[in-house]
């Protein structure tokens, strides 16, 4: 499982991070998204549709599409058996770990400080999740926890933007950041999204 995780994480320089209300949107923002060279997807639980969109964007060909805002087994289950390849969580506690080990699928936690990588070294996972990014301090915060835990790699999300991202991206630490600036709100605009996800799919 964290070689699937590790695997996925460089597969990409940005992960986009999707909250999407209408699942009429899905297929077409997932189809310009991997004609711009990005294919790992991170759809968030957040809202009502969240569940059928991944259902439509694991339809399109060349899509890896995982679940993020996964809080606990149950959203866990839900997500896998909407076709989740992969899932993100916010935080890292004991009960979600231990489905998601379980149940073999990729997992990306969430951590925001030395305690969190520790319990999660603890499960013996070394790939996080740097969240909230921007407000946990930054990369000056990043770049002292990856001092620390040498062997920890990260992806970073919460408050990184295009113009940001590269300086991320640069530090050994850091495989990818987690961006959700490559699709705004909205009605998509497809021609846009691929244009973004070039630009991003450039920045490493």
Known sequence: ?????????????????????DVAHAAPIAEALVAGGLTALEVTLRTPAA?????EMSRVAGAVVGAGTVLNPKDLDAALSAGAKYIVSPGLTAPLTEAAQKSGVPYLPGVANAAD????????????????????????????????????????????TEATAPEWLAHEAVLCVGGSWVVPAGVPDGAAIRRAAEAASRLR
């Open 1 to 21: 499982m964290a070689n699937d995780i590790d695997a996925l994480m460089r597969s990409v320089p940005v992960i986009p991070v999707l909250v999407i209300e």
């Open 117 to 160: 990588i520790m319990r999660g070294l603890d499960h013996g996972l070394d790939r996080f999740k740097f969240f909230p990014a921007e407000a946990s301090g930054g990369l000056k915060a990043l770049k002292a926890l990856a001092a620390v835990f040498g062997r920890v790699r990260f992806c970073p999300t919460g408050g990184i």
């Open 51 to 55: 569940l059928d969109v991944i259902r």
